[in-house]
């Protein structure tokens, strides 16, 4: 199905070539073969009307005719219930497209400050080997100090 208009616009056209190939091919005004056209209009929803087949930025001659009658009342309550559950269901995929979007943004974020965590936190394990090796060393010092202190006799008067 082609699209010619949004959904939220008054009419939405599709070329439906299938659907009128048995028919007779109405011309417009200005003597091409008409588009055939579906409306979405909430008062003609699924009705299908010929317009001029010049491209809609040009000024064409304004050509319009139904192709079908109003459908009865059981069919247009179907198609307009149909049509409301359509306009809904792209609503929320919408939503839902965007809230995709946003928890795409969001895992790129979290990703960055993962990373930067797991930077700090080898940052913060290589600052601990530093200072457990200025450890050991404080201690071989200590001992080293001791024992030469044991084996000198040295006697502090503030000790």
Same mark, same amino acid.
């Given at each position: 199905m082609t699209t010619n208009e949004s959904p939220?616009?008054?009419?939405?056209?599709?070329? /439906?070539?299938? /659907?009128?190939?048995?028919? %007779?091919?109405?011309?417009c005004l200005c003597g091409r073969i008409a588009r055939v056209n579906t409306s979405w209009t909430l008062t003609n929803p699924g009705r299908r009307f010929y317009t001029c087949s010049t491209a809609k930025d040009v000024q064409?001659?304004?050509f319009f005719q139904w192709v079908d009658e109003g459908f009865s009342g059981r069919a247009f309550d179907v198609i307009?219930?149909?049509?409301?559950?359509?306009?809904? *269901?792209?609503?929320?995929?919408?939503? =839902? +497209?965007?809230? !995709?979007? &946003?928890?795409? +943004?969001?895992?790129?974020i979290l990703k960055e400050e993962k990373m930067q965590l797991i930077e700090g936190k &080898? #940052? *913060?394990?290589?600052?601990?080997?530093?200072?457990?090796?200025?450890?050991?060393?404080? #201690?071989? !010092?200590? =001992? #080293? !100090? #001791? *024992? *030469? =202190? %044991? !084996?000198t006799g040295f006697k502090c008067e503030w000790l």
């Amino acid at each position: 199905m082609t699209t010619n208009e949004s959904p939220n616009t008054k009419t939405r056209g599709s070329t /439906s070539n299938e /659907s009128v190939r048995n028919w %007779d091919h109405k011309h417009c005004l200005c003597g091409r073969i008409a588009r055939v056209n579906t409306s979405w209009t909430l008062t003609n929803p699924g009705r299908r009307f010929y317009t001029c087949s010049t491209a809609k930025d040009v000024q064409g001659c304004q050509f319009f005719q139904w192709v079908d009658e109003g459908f009865s009342g059981r069919a247009f309550d179907v198609i307009t219930h149909l049509n409301h559950r359509r306009i809904y *269901l792209e609503e929320k995929l919408k939503l =839902v +497209e965007e809230n !995709v979007e &946003q928890n795409i +943004e969001k895992r790129r974020i979290l990703k960055e400050e993962k990373m930067q965590l797991i930077e700090g936190k &080898q #940052a *913060l394990e290589k600052e601990i080997k530093r200072l457990g090796r200025q450890l050991k060393l404080c #201690a071989f !010092v200590a =001992v #080293a !100090v #001791a *024992l *030469l =202190v %044991d !084996v000198t006799g040295f006697k502090c008067e503030w000790l």
